[in-house]
């Protein structure tokens, strides 16, 4: 089985600009979470999806959302970029019986300049 | 953000040696899961613990889930150069994933 693949895995934009990326998880797993990894926070719970619906969401601003659609395909967005939003984006799947054991994605590599 | 408390943030060792770091929090976790990083890759499930004094070994790695539900340890035998990384537990409750801050294992060959 193919694992979780993630798209771009590097992208570099500017302040102010929005970015969108891509996580396709593992065939037949329906949750989707998006995390923030960054040296001085770690690993910070951005959002989980299930079946096209939120149903988690962690502390960060509005500026970063994000969709599921129904092939459980996401994808995350971030508006209006700042410096400070430079980090690895992972995504993780999990199985149809729950989110307790979730398998990442390579991530996406966002610089902001 | 929730963190779990994991220790120690850092090791080095030499090849051939045990190893053991842990992770505790104030929370009960229905789950503890243990994940390898790579530079620039995802984290990989190393073991998976869902019940309260559960003991399990992936080959050189064995995982325990505290019996109070709030910690976790992870004990890596006869360490080899591949095993170098970072480490992380994280514990699931709620529907969500809280992770340590990683221990980084360092090897000298």
């Known amino acids: 089985k193919a694992g979780v693949t993630q798209t771009p895995r590097y992208l570099i934009k500017t302040r102010g600009q929005q970015v969108t990326l891509s996580c396709s998880p593992i065939?037949?797993?329906?949750?989707v979470s998006w995390y923030q990894q960054t040296p001085g926070q770690g690993l910070q719970f951005l959002f989980e999806?299930?079946?096209?619906?939120?149903?988690n969401k962690g502390n960060f601003p509005g500026r970063f959302s994000g969709r599921q659609f129904s092939n459980s395909r996401s994808e995350m967005n971030v508006s209006t970029l700042e410096l400070g939003d430079s980090a690895l984006y992972l995504c993780a799947s999990s199985s149809p019986t729950g989110t307790d054991t979730q398998y990442f994605g390579p991530g996406t590599r966002l610089t902001v300049l | 953000g929730q963190q779990l408390n994991q220790s120690p943030q850092s090791m080095f060792i030499q090849e051939g040696e045990d190893v053991s770091m842990n992770c505790t929090s104030s929370?009960?976790?229905?789950?503890w899961l243990w994940y390898k990083q790579d530079p620039g890759e995802g984290p990989v499930l190393l073991i998976a613990l869902y019940k309260a004094g559960e003991l399990t070994s992936n080959g050189r790695l064995t995982a325990q889930f505290g019996i109070t539900r709030k910690d976790s340890f992870l004990n890596i035998s006869a360490s080899i150069p591949s095993d170098v990384g970072i480490y992380f537990c994280?514990?699931?409750?709620?529907?969500?994933?809280?992770f340590g801050q990683g221990t980084r294992l360092t090897i000298n060959p």
């Open positions: 999806y299930f079946s096209e619906t939120q149903r």
């Open positions: 065939s037949g797993h329906r949750s």
């Open positions: 994280a514990g699931h409750r709620a529907q969500k994933l809280v």
């Open positions: 929370s009960i976790f229905n789950t």
